[in-house]
């Protein structure tokens, strides 16, 4: 062989072991990353653990809370707030009730005629109507105005004969903004939330000035009840079931109510209702506890958000922060871990970007190749190329966020059970407990509900997650403000007498 071909032999050789370096090189580059990006994830899964004995601390932290905001004003991160329905509904309510449901750029107006415990509810009809922006920031005689027009428009639409002449219109009204109620039909505006901004309307009756604008148009109608989401299921839940004890609402936001008996209230200083009962609208979200399972991300998140320090209970359980919370952890992997590739993918900086429904639809994904995992990806943060152990590994992480609401949601209602005596079997006696749930996080988010029902029953154990029912009520800002506008309408004395 001549010197060319053995020199041509030996660089052909080193071109080969270069290569072969490379390659190596480039596994064990990928396999560190993998290896980091996993790291990342088992640290999350970690520190968002929930065992059980984790939430039975949080369990009866969330019963010691429940007393200290009933026992004083202000004496917990737990308001719990007295709303003056002592009233609700038994299912004998009879007659055309209206209801208005006022939480966001649109309202709704429903009407619902109740046929008493044979017929129940007989027709509901509705209708949504947004709102113009310019109203949204405008003044408070201008917005209320705009809404008691649509209301007289709809009651224009009533049919004949379903109204009782000589009677006054009655009206549930759904305000789904903070106010500091001072009866069953008043209450002062706090402060405006989700896009809306009229100074005028701060610290006045909101219901005075929808009933001054009723009056304007000559709409002969009187508000029954001024009432939240939250409240509205729980009527809705015992028109229909007489053991409905609370409501519990999971969806972009959460909150629970439910019914307390009027001497444990410590903080109630006027006369007992007749019923001996009080329903307790505990703005839940609010709760914090040191047992709750927190990690770097969910402290970021809080810090960078609107309300830093508040509402914590609700940022690592409620639907408008599942999905965030994954988007931050997928951006750390790419960052460290180069998860994505040596580019971190300029969409997944975005905050809340990746909502919660994405997250469910990967996360419940059956496909052998999960390609609405893939495509989720590709759609919404703009990455093309996903390996399929990748898309196991989202999955993964979609579970790890989903299973920690979840766990620590079923912790809450076991605390409010814990409150109401309703946790174990008294000597034999067997009372049943519903819990009626709404909002799209429990409604949708089947991964999400199948996992809070079973671990209520691991918390409860056997004999007593037997009495206890949660069951799906919908609809609780609208049919249940109607339903509170009946039992606490002004004819009732005069029925019953």
């Not at 005689?141 to 109204?163: C, P, Q």
């Not at 709760?287 to 690592?316: A, C, M, W």
């Not at 991964?447 to 056997?462: A, N, P, Q, V, Y």
Request: hydrophobic share 45%.
């Amino acid at each position: 062989m001549g010197k060319a071909a053995v020199g041509a032999a030996v660089v052909c050789a080193a071109a080969v072991c270069a290569a072969a370096a490379l390659v190596v090189r480039h596994r064990m580059r990928c396999s560190g990353r993998w290896a980091r990006a996993m790291a990342i994830i088992r640290e999350f899964e970690e520190n968002c653990g929930t065992p059980i004995g984790k939430l039975r601390q949080v369990a009866d932290a969330m019963a010691v809370e429940m007393h200290a905001g009933l026992a004083s004003e202000g004496g917990s991160k737990l308001k719990m707030l007295i709303s003056y329905v002592d009233n609700l509904p038994s299912g004998d309510e009879k007659g055309l009730f209206y209801a208005l449901d006022l939480g966001g750029t649109n309202f709704r107006v429903i009407r619902v005629l109740l046929g008493g415990k044979e017929a129940g509810v007989v027709k509901q009809e509705f209708e949504e109507v947004s709102i113009p922006p310019h109203l949204m920031t405008g003044s408070s005689e201008a917005l209320f105005d705009y809404i008691a027009a649509a209301l007289a428009k709809f009651v224009a639409t009533e049919g004949e004969g379903l109204h009782s002449p000589g009677r006054q219109r009655e009206l549930g009204f759904t305000f789904s903004f903070p106010v500091r109620q001072t009866s069953i039909a008043t209450g002062n505006l706090i402060k405006w939330t989700k896009g809306f901004s009229i100074e005028d309307a701060v610290g006045q009756d909101v219901v005075g000035e929808l009933t001054k604008a009723m009056e304007r148009i000559g709409l002969d109608m009187r508000v029954a009840a001024l009432v939240n989401d939250t409240i509205g299921t729980l009527a809705g839940g015992r028109y229909l079931n007489p053991d409905v004890i609370a409501a519990v609402i999971l969806g972009t936001g959460t909150n629970a109510a439910y019914v307390e008996r009027a001497h444990a209230i410590p903080k109630w200083h006027g006369l007992l209702p007749k019923s001996g009962e009080m329903v307790i609208n505990m703005e839940w979200g609010n709760f914090r506890s040191s047992h709750l399972p927190l990690t770097k991300y969910d402290q970021d998140l809080d810090v960078e958000s609107l309300n830093p320090g508040e509402q914590i209970f609700e940022k690592i359980i409620s639907g408008m922060y599942l999905g965030e919370i994954v988007r931050r952890v997928l951006l750390k992997m790419a960052e460290e871990a180069a998860f994505f590739g040596d580019v971190v993918p300029l969409k997944l900086k975005i905050p809340f970007i990746l909502r919660t429904p994405h997250m469910s639809a990967m996360h419940h994904d059956a496909s052998s190749d999960l390609r609405v995992v893939g495509s989720k990806l590709k759609d919404i943060l703009e990455i093309p190329n996903t390996s399929l152990k990748m898309r196991k590994a989202i999955v993964e992480l979609c579970d790890i966020v989903a299973t920690r609401g979840a766990r620590l949601s079923a912790a809450g209602i076991v605390g409010i059970l814990k409150k109401l005596g309703r946790d174990a079997v008294k000597d034999g006696e067997k009372q049943k407990s519903v819990v009626a749930m709404d909002g799209g996080l429990y409604e949708h988010y089947s991964e999400f509900s199948t996992c809070m029902e079973s671990t209520l029953k691991e918390l409860l154990g056997e004999e007593v997650s037997d009495n206890i029912v949660i069951e799906q009520s919908n609809d609780g800002s609208g049919i249940g403000a109607a339903l509170l506008a009946a039992s606490h309408s002004q004819y009732l004395e005069v029925e019953e007498s």
